[in-house]
């Protein structure tokens, strides 16, 4: 080989590596404006994720926080959004005198009752569903001198909020201030409802 090929040689591989570089250069370009796009879309999107939660809290917060000022008053409850692993998280706060609180495990039964109900209220409130909620023994960890109270908050979120509640109770203070009041009795082994 001469001189003459080495140096052909070497041309083309200068041109096919000056091309290459050109075409890396040029997808660069391309990715990082990719990148830059992709950035200002994940901003507007964070930005519009923001604002809905903090619609959602505030309607969720205003319905706990309703039912917890008609029975335990020392309580708020908030909800908080924390990243973590990637992705929004949310977390139920409650706090009694402006100290985080573990209901579950610190308190009695009636305020997890509460909460409990509240929230099924709060999320009734963001569906489109029917206002017809039917409720099990809603509330059979409440102690008796709150129930009044209870059914004042039922009939406050029935007025507020166009909702029908159907629910089973053994409590008479809840079952007396409905507006129908229904027993199931078992007569020849048949159940009869009846209308009190």
């Known amino acids: 080989m001469n001189i003459e090929e080495v140096l052909n040689k070497a041309v083309v591989k200068r041109q096919s590596s000056k091309e290459l570089l050109e075409k890396r250069q040029t997808r660069k370009q391309e990715l990082a404006e990719e990148l830059e796009t992709v950035l200002k879309s994940?901003?507007?999107l964070q930005s519009v994720a923001e604002e809905v939660q903090s619609k959602l809290s505030v309607k969720i917060n205003n319905i706990?926080?309703?039912?917890?000022?008609?029975?335990?008053?020392?309580y708020t409850?908030?909800?908080?959004?924390?990243?973590?692993?990637?992705k929004t998280e949310v977390r139920f706060v409650f706090k009694k005198?402006?100290?985080?609180?573990?209901?579950?495990?610190?308190n009695g039964g009636g305020?997890?009752?509460?909460a409990c109900f509240t929230l099924r209220i709060a999320v009734y409130a963001l569906s489109s569903t029917d206002n017809v909620i039917v409720l099990d023994e809603p509330f059979r960890f409440v102690s008796k001198s709150l129930r009044p109270?209870?059914?004042e908050l039922m009939e406050t979120l029935?007025?507020?909020?166009?909702?029908?509640?159907?629910?089973?109770t053994h409590i008479d203070e809840l079952s007396s201030a409905a507006d129908k009041e229904f027993r199931f009795r078992k007569q020849n082994n048949v159940s009869a409802l009846i209308e009190v």
Do not use: H, W
């Open 149 to 151: 109270k209870i059914a």
């Open 111 to 114: 305020l997890v009752d509460l």
């Open 158 to 168: 029935s007025e507020k909020m166009n909702l029908q509640f159907i629910y089973v």
């Open 97 to 106: 005198d402006n100290d985080e609180v573990d209901i579950l495990n610190q």
């Open 64 to 74: 706990v926080n309703l039912g917890l000022e008609t029975c335990f008053p020392e």
């Open 77 to 86: 409850f908030e909800l908080q959004y924390v990243p973590a692993r990637g």
């Open 42 to 44: 994940q901003v507007l």
